[in-house]
């Protein structure tokens, strides 16, 4: 069974900018969430999406924004990117939310100039 | 709200030496507790979590963690590491109630020759 997968791996913006970014979750899983890894903050939880509904949302702002389409893959959308938004964007997939075991996608690394 | 402690951020060993990586946590609520390895330039891969229970929880790679209630601690051990074992570990809590991930700030472990 195919593993998470993301995309881009790799991305370059400039500040101001808007990305896109996608996660697709391993077949049958239909609970995706979101972190953000930084050197400074470490490992931040962005938000949760279940049935295409956004059920957990981090302390991050409305720039950040998500959804999930019905074939459970998801999109996460950042806006007038900002030199802080620099970091590793990991996806993690689970059957549904709560104890399933979130599996973790390689990461969309976002580079802000 | 909960919160999870890793109190070094760096553990140096030789190899074939045990190690130990410390793991504390913090919450007014019931919590599962979860260890992510993440090698360089990859995703999380979970190593084992404790839901209830056994206190020792074995996982992959021959790693092992012993959950304990009165210490409010979840260390990582193996009593033999390899070079491959270099890496950064993560510690993790998530409330039963919840499915939000809350993860230390990391031990990067450096097996040496």
């Known amino acids: 069974k195919a593993g998470v997968t993301q995309t881009p791996r790799y991305l370059i913006k400039t500040r101001g900018q808007q990305v896109t970014l996608s996660c697709s979750p391993i077949?049958?899983?239909?609970?995706v969430s979101w972190y953000q890894q930084t050197p400074g903050q470490g490992l931040q939880f962005l938000f949760e999406y279940f049935s295409e509904t956004q059920r957990n949302k981090g302390n991050f702002p409305g720039r950040f924004s998500g959804r999930q389409f019905s074939n459970s893959r998801s999109e996460m959308n950042v806006s007038t990117l900002e030199l802080g938004d620099s970091a590793l964007y990991l996806c993690?997939?689970?059957?549904?939310?709560?104890?399933?075991?979130?599996?973790f996608g390689p990461g969309t690394r976002l580079l802000v100039l | 709200a909960q919160s999870v402690t890793q109190l070094d951020s760096q553990v140096p060993v030789f190899e074939e030496a045990p190690v130990e990586l410390r793991c504390n946590y913090s919450?007014?609520?019931?919590?599962?507790l979860f260890w992510y390895v993440q090698y360089p330039n990859q995703g999380l891969q979970l190593l084992l979590k404790?839901?209830?229970?056994?206190?020792l929880v074995k996982g992959i790679n021959g790693f092992e963690a012993e959950f304990n209630k009165s210490q409010t601690s979840f260390h990582l051990r193996k009593p033999s590491v390899h070079i491959s074992d270099t890496a950064e570990y993560f510690c993790a809590a998530m409330t039963t109630s919840g499915s939000r991930l809350t993860f230390g700030e990391g031990t990067q472990l450096t097996v040496n020759p």
């Open positions: 077949s049958g899983h239909r609970s």
């Open positions: 993690a997939s689970s059957l549904a939310p709560g104890v399933e075991t979130q599996y």
């Open positions: 919450s007014s609520v019931s919590v599962y």
């Open positions: 404790y839901l209830s229970g056994s206190t």
